[in-house]
């Protein structure tokens, strides 16, 4: 059964103060790993996919990168407009479409 | 592009009651799905479908049923709605799956259902 841990819960930072989120997950034969970031009241919304060890991908001051063992979202200079939960999510080979998610990370930015 | 959309956005029932959550998009996507959103639990698939007509169960299938009999809608019926019912809903749908990687999905808005 795939499983994806999420750490911290929870994070506060100040804004400009750099920091990384972890993903990490235990599936049999990895075919995606997906960021998502969640705004209260909200639903999901698509970030990032990575597919493979040593890939990454960057959009403004987010970038996600992955290991055969988890994925971190490296958050830079952050504002408080990326205040949201970021959900990590994977599908695996036998998992049929069947994304897992996480239980999310949630981001607090102060001004 | 509309996208994803769901109704209602908010929902309360009485124990026992049924109901339909509807989903639609307008991206000519295949696949579709319905999660539920609990705190402490992350996103649960109930069931998906790869296509009209074709509909599988997911993680907590119990006390839901689906049909697809369009490629736009995806509607989410709840035959005896009970308190451990009670849940964030959200509609997902993407383009079709290669072989060897699984395209992102893009999440409706939710309905946020009460049952009493």
């Known amino acids: ?111 | 592009n509309a996208g994803v959309t769901q109704t209602p956005k908010f929902q309360v029932l009485k124990t026992g009651q049924s109901m339909t959550l509807q989903c639609a998009q307008d991206m000519n996507h295949e696949y579709m799905s319905w999660y539920r959103q609990d705190p402490g639990m992350g996103l649960r698939l109930i069931h998906y479908s790869v296509g009209a007509g074709i509909t599988d169960q997911g993680e907590v299938p119990n006390g839901y049923n689906v049909s697809r009999s369009t490629t736009e809608d995806f509607p989410l019926r709840l035959l005896s709605a009970a308190p451990s019912q009670t849940s964030v809903y959200f509609c997902a749908s993407s383009t079709p799956q290669t072989r060897f990687s699984y395209n992102e999905q893009f999440f409706g808005p939710g309905t946020r259902l009460t049952v009493l």
């Open chain 1, 1 to 111: 059964e795939d499983q994806v841990t999420q750490s911290p819960e929870a994070l506060r930072l100040q804004e400009g103060e750099s920091s990384s989120l972890n993903c990490s997950y235990t599936v049999s034969g990895l075919r995606g790993l997906f960021w998502y970031r969640q705004d209260p009241g909200k639903g999901p919304e698509f970030l990032f996919t990575l597919y493979s060890a040593g890939e990454e991908k960057e959009k403004e001051r987010l970038k996600a990168t992955l290991t055969k063992k988890e994925s971190f979202l490296h958050i830079t200079a952050p504002k408080p407009e990326d205040s949201a939960t970021y959900l990590c999510a994977v599908v695996s080979g036998g998992s049929n479409y069947k994304l897992t998610f996480g239980k999310g990370t949630l981001l607090t930015v102060n001004p």
